[in-house]
C-alpha cells in the first residue's frame, strides 16, 4: 500500500539558519510527489512538485526538493529559512488513477529569531 | 482568479444532527477531492469526483457520509447523525483532471472546521 512517512515530527531552527525536512514513501509506480504547506488556519498551499525529469525541482518561497528513487526519498530544503516559514509542511504522494493524495502526518517547523 | 471556496468556515453542531458542507471549485476544473484533517487522523482522503460521477469513494469512513456533485462544480458533503468523532477540518480540492501519464496538482480551499458537541 502506498505510504508517506515523515519521521520528524518538530523541528525548531533559528532565522537564517539552513533546513531540511525529510520524508519517504513508499509507491510501486514511479511516484507523483508534492510538499505542502499550511499556516495555522489557513489551507494547504503547495510549495512544489515531482512528476518526472530532474530529480532537482525548485518551488515557491525559495524552497527546494530533491527525489532519490534509490532511498525512496523527497527530503525539502531551504538554505536560509525566514520567521515567515513558521508551519506545518506536508509530504504526499498522488495515488492511482485518481492521483488522490497521500499525506505524511506532518512537520511542524518553528523558527526562533 | 478565484481558487477553492468551501463554506461555511465553522460549523458547530449537535451530536445526532445533520450538516451539510460546500465546496466551490476552481472553475473548469473537473476533478475534485475532498479531504478530512484530524488531530488523531491527520490529512485522509474522503471522495474524488471526476465530473460529477464519484468513481472513488473508498476513504468516506462510514455510510453516514455522503456527497454529490451537480454541474461538474459544486460538490456538498453530508454528514447525517453526526458524532463527536466528526468533529476535524473538512477540506476540498480540485484540479484539471489527468491526461494520460501526466498529473496535475490539486488546490485545496480554506476548509471548514466541524466541530460536534
Known amino acids: 500500500a502506498q505510504s508517506v512517512t515523515q519521521p520528524d515530527i518538530h523541528i525548531t531552527v533559528s532565522e537564517g539558519a539552513s533546513l531540511e525536512l525529510r520524508c519517504n514513501y513508499s509507491?510501486?509506480?514511479?511516484?507523483?510527489l508534492f510538499w505542502y504547506v499550511q499556516s495555522p488556519g489557513q489551507g494547504l498551499q503547495l510549495l512544489l512538485k515531482y512528476f518526472s525529469g530532474d530529480t532537482l525541482v525548485q518551488g515557491i518561497k525559495g524552497f527546494e526538493a530533491e527525489f532519490k528513487r534509490s532511498q525512496s526519498s523527497f527530503n525539502l530544503r531551504k538554505p536560509s529559512v525566514h520567521w515567515s516559514d513558521a508551519a506545518e509542511y506536508f509530504c504526499?504522494?498522488?495515488?492511482?488513477?485518481?492521483?488522490?493524495?497521500?499525506f505524511g502526518t506532518g512537520t511542524r517547523l518553528q523558527v526562533f529569531p | 482568479g478565484a481558487g477553492v471556496s468551501q463554506s461555511p468556515s465553522n460549523k458547530v453542531t449537535e451530536k445526532g444532527k445533520d450538516v451539510e458542507l460546500r465546496c466551490d471549485p476552481i472553475s473548469g476544473h473537473t476533478a475534485l477531492y475532498w479531504y478530512r484533517q484530524s488531530l488523531g487522523q491527520g490529512l485522509e482522503f474522503l471522495i474524488y469526483f471526476q465530473g460529477n460521477s464519484a468513481p472513488d469513494k473508498s476513504g468516506l469512513p462510514s455510510d453516514r457520509f455522503s456527497a454529490e456533485r451537480t454541474g461538474g462544480s459544486v460538490s456538498t458533503l453530508t454528514i447525517q447523525r453526526t458524532q463527536q468523532e466528526d468533529s476535524a477540518v473538512y477540506l476540498c480540492a480540485s484540479s484539471l483532471e489527468r491526461s494520460g501519464a501526466f498529473s496535475y496538482e490539486q488546490y485545496f480551499g480554506p476548509g471548514t472546521r466541524l466541530t460536534v458537541t
Open positions: 509507491y510501486g509506480a514511479t511516484p507523483y
Open positions: 504526499a504522494v498522488a495515488a492511482g488513477n485518481t492521483d488522490k493524495l497521500i
